[in-house]
């Protein structure tokens, strides 16, 4: 795959006396732990085989280039690095963008235009963080080019900021530390509140991890997710004028069972039940992998998919009807919902002896259930965010 960037690279940009460099930052998944994040609780996610790809180049000037293969038809997209502006029209291109404007704004001297070809191999709006993707792999390149002394956590916190301020997305930090911070064969254990982090190894001997693509875009994603933002903080401002807590992660569900009669509106009762309760579940899950207890963890995903579904309210149509017709089939350790919902992917452990059966039976359960046509990718755990090295 390589070769055929760096040739399509030369056919694009033409020759150059720089070397050409290779980066790459995988998608991620998460696991257990959905919505948790910016409610200060934990999540439970790991780096993917898939990702982004980055081939770049320096320039002697102060232009930057960009172009990708997964949308060739908005040409070369062209800024300076005096001038890092949102621009509508960059399109895909205030990733990227934001990520070097963000790098300049923390101090990092970024002197020197670019040439850059990106190429993705994730689904576009499956929800498996392309975006984060896009800025790590930014990130990384900043770093190698210009040698520059930043760490993991430090280039996952900037790629959040240009999400944040520069996109003007209000994402938690997961995504960005998932991909920036992957260990091959590991899920990450992380404290969004504190960003105390911990791996936790996967056994995936006899398992496979397979996505499921609703192939549903998620276009209410966006306004539902800044609601239950909304309805959470709501929640948390009437139970800590009863309990000193900072955020619902702070919670156990034995100490929301006893403040939940404070909230009067079922519906906000109802958002911050999840928060709390999915933020044990994660910590139990985790508990129960490194006890060797696949079936426990897979338990507790349908656990948290039916919270998602009744108490969240962010699964909708396909993803219940895609995870109902994954639970249904034979080899199935647990299947939930994974991202912001409405739409996206959901995430299966499978007994891989059954894997093919699962894959066929699901996809003719679902296009009975919804007339849509799902579409699966067994993927394994990789390594964050890096250059890649010709040996």
């Known amino acids: 795959m390589i070769n055929t960037l760096q040739h399509e690279f030369q056919k694009i940009f033409g020759g150059g006396e720089s070397a050409i460099r290779h980066f790459f930052a995988p998608g991620r998944v998460n696991l257990i732990g959905e919505h948790t994040d910016y409610n200060g609780g934990h999540v439970f996610p790991c780096a993917l085989s898939i990702g982004t790809y980055a081939i770049v180049r320096l320039r002697e000037d102060r232009l930057v280039k960009l172009h990708s293969t997964n949308f060739p038809d908005r040409g ?15 399109d895909w291109a205030n990733y990227p963008k934001g990520v070097i404007h963000e790098f300049k704004q923390s101090g990092y ?5 670019l040439d850059v070809l990106f190429y993705g191999n994730i689904p576009n709006g499956a929800g498996l963080s392309s975006s984060a993707s896009i800025e790590l792999v930014t990130s990384v390149l900043l770093k190698g080019l210009f ?14 900021k240009a999400e944040n301020d520069f996109m003007n997305v209000n994402c938690g930090i997961m995504d960005q530390f998932a991909i920036a911070m992957g260990k091959e ?33 998620r276009g209410l994603a966006d306004s539902k997710y800044n609601e239950r933002r909304s309805e ?8 800590q004028a009863h309990l000193p807590v900072n955020t619902l992660g702070d919670l156990t569900p034995n100490q929301f069972e006893e403040v939940k009669g404070k909230i009067p509106n079922e519906v906000i009762r109802k ?20 006890n060797g207890d696949m079936k426990g963890f897979g338990a507790l995903m349908n656990a948290s998919h039916i919270s998602l579904r009744d108490d969240y309210e962010v699964t909708g149509h396909e993803l219940d009807s895609l995870v109902a017709a994954a ?32 894959m066929e039976n699901v996809k003719i359960a679902y296009k009975e259930s919804t007339g849509l046509h799902a579409d699966f990718y067994i ?13």
Not at 76 to 90: G, M
Not at 271 to 290: G, M, P
Not at 379 to 391: F, M, N, P, S
């Open 379 to 391: 993927v394994d755990i990789g390594d964050g965010a890096r250059e890649l090295v010709e040996i």
């Open 147 to 160: 040698e520059l002394s930043i760490d993991e956590v430090d280039m996952a916190l900037i790629s959040q």
């Open 327 to 358: 639970w249904n089939q034979e080899g199935v350790l647990g299947a939930r919902m994974t991202g912001a919902g409405f739409g996206g992917c959901i995430v299966s452990l499978i007994e891989t002896e059954h894997l093919e059966a699962f």
């Open 185 to 217: 064969n590991h899920a990450i254990l992380l404290d969004c509140n504190t960003l105390q982090y911990r791996y936790s190894q996967l056994p995936l001997d006899n398992v496979s991890l397979v996505i499921g693509n609703t192939n549903k875009r």
């Open 109 to 113: 001297r970024i002197e020197k235009g």
């Open 232 to 239: 959470c903080e709501k929640a948390l401002k009437i139970i």
């Open 76 to 90: 070369i997209i062209s800024f300076t690095i005096d001038d890092l502006k949102y621009k509508k029209e960059d």
């Open 271 to 290: 958002r911050a039940k999840h928060a709390v309760y999915e933020n044990a579940r994660t910590i139990q899950a985790v508990n129960l992998l490194q």
